[in-house]
C-alpha cells in the first residue's frame, strides 16, 4: 500500500500548475512590454516578435515537464 507522503491530490497538482505557470506568463510579458517601449523590439517586426513568443512558450513548456516529471513520481489521487 502507498504511503501519504507518496501520494498527491489532483487539486494540488492543479495549484503548482498555476503556481508555476502564471508567473513565468507575467514575467514574459512583463520582459517583452520592455523590450518593446525600449525599441529592441519593433512592433512591425513580426520575425523578432515571433521569436520572443516562441521564447516565452518554449520557457513555458519547460515548465510543465519538470513538473511534469516530479508529479511522476507520485501517485495522483481525486482530491
Given at each position: 500500500?502507498?504511503?501519504?507522503?507518496?501520494?498527491?491530490?489532483?487539486?494540488?497538482?492543479?495549484?503548482?500548475?498555476?503556481?508555476?505557470?502564471?508567473?513565468?506568463?507575467?514575467?514574459?510579458?512583463?520582459?517583452?512590454?520592455?523590450?518593446?517601449?525600449?525599441?529592441?523590439?519593433?512592433?512591425?517586426n513580426?520575425l523578432?516578435?515571433?521569436?520572443?513568443?516562441?521564447?516565452?512558450?518554449?520557457?513555458?513548456?519547460?515548465?510543465?515537464?519538470?513538473?511534469?516529471?516530479?508529479?511522476?513520481?507520485?501517485?495522483?489521487?481525486?482530491?
Amino acid at each position: 500500500m502507498d504511503s501519504p507522503k507518496n501520494t498527491i491530490t489532483s487539486a494540488q497538482v492543479r495549484r503548482w500548475y498555476l503556481l508555476v505557470n502564471l508567473p513565468l506568463i507575467a514575467i514574459s510579458l512583463y520582459v517583452h512590454s520592455l523590450l518593446v517601449s525600449a525599441g529592441h523590439v519593433p512592433g512591425n517586426n513580426i520575425l523578432e516578435n515571433t521569436g520572443l513568443w516562441l521564447l516565452i512558450a518554449f520557457k513555458i513548456v519547460g515548465a510543465n515537464a519538470i513538473l511534469a516529471a516530479i508529479f511522476s513520481t507520485f501517485k495522483i489521487t481525486k482530491s
